[in-house]
């Protein structure tokens, strides 16, 4: 049992929901529990896609300050695996993954968010990584995924000043891809995860794998993972079904069995 994330399931999307009052403060317990949840929502196989949520008010508003203050250098030693763990536990999921994010996402929050593949914005977040005006830098994984993201140069601005972008420019940059009304974010993102219900899972898996292994290595690399994770396709039962639905029936109408 977790006591600050859950699993919640519902027509086969996945809702991971953070529940730490007021801030959602990633403390190490809840890093823990993220990646304990992570890892079930993505070996279920009732769980099609997930959305990650932190409630109406908030997303997370970044690591536990007052919990890593007194930590000596060789504690934080220890304690960075378990600070990247997490975001590298839910980037692992090899599902369709949405981020809906309330009111802040911040340090280990927007780094939680970045860990994602897609993220949808209530109208009034705000999002950045403040973490140069504590001293340090994003520890889980903000100056790999964001800069991977929105470019080197603007993510060099927002680590370098700590400065947080609203909803408006954070769209503009790339950092989000949807913004919607507070209220209808979070119902947004389950629409789009809801997509996926019943779609070829073990090529949404595939194409996932591909595009994010293909962006640490060089373009023939690349390149030759697609080949692999193509050609292993034609082994799936949900391939002859798409092709033969697709021959007689037209594009879109295949029942496919995840196999």
């Not at 399931?9 to 990646?35: F, H, W, Y």
């Not at 697709?246 to 295949?254: L, R």
Request: hydrophobic share 45%; aromatic share 6%; with cysteine.
């Amino acid at each position: 049992m977790t006591e600050f994330v859950r699993l919640e399931v519902s027509d086969g999307v996945g809702t991971i929901r953070l529940d730490r009052p007021k801030m959602n403060a990633l403390n190490a317990q809840l890093q823990r529990e993220l990646g304990e949840v992570a890892r079930e929502a993505d070996e279920r196989d009732d769980v099609a896609a997930v959305v990650l949520f932190g409630g109406e008010r908030v997303f997370a508003a970044g690591a536990d300050v007052k919990e890593m203050a007194t930590m000596s250098h060789a504690e934080m030693v220890r304690h960075a695996h378990l600070l990247q763990a997490f975001t590298r536990d839910v980037a692992a999921i090899s599902k369709p993954t949405v981020t809906a994010i309330t009111g802040f996402a911040l340090g280990g929050g927007c780094e939680l968010a970045l860990s994602t593949d897609v993220r949808f914005a209530a109208d009034d977040a705000k999002l950045g990584q403040p973490e140069i005006l504590l001293g340090i830098i994003p520890g889980a994984g903000g100056t790999q995924r964001l800069a991977r993201l929105v470019g080197p140069a603007k993510a060099k601005d927002l680590i370098f000043t700590g400065r947080f972008v609203d909803a408006a420019e954070a769209l503009a940059i790339g950092l989000v891809d949807q913004v919607h009304p507070a209220d209808a974010v979070y119902g947004k993102a389950v629409e789009w995860a809801s997509q996926f219900v019943g779609g070829p899972r073990l090529a949404l898996r595939a194409a996932k794998n591909a595009v994010d292994r293909g962006l640490e290595v060089d373009l023939q690399t690349g390149l030759e993972i697609e080949r692999v994770e193509f050609s292993g396709l034609f082994a799936t039962d949900d391939r002859v079904a798409g092709m033969t639905s697709f021959v007689e029936s037209g594009p879109g109408k295949a029942t496919f069995t995840g196999r």
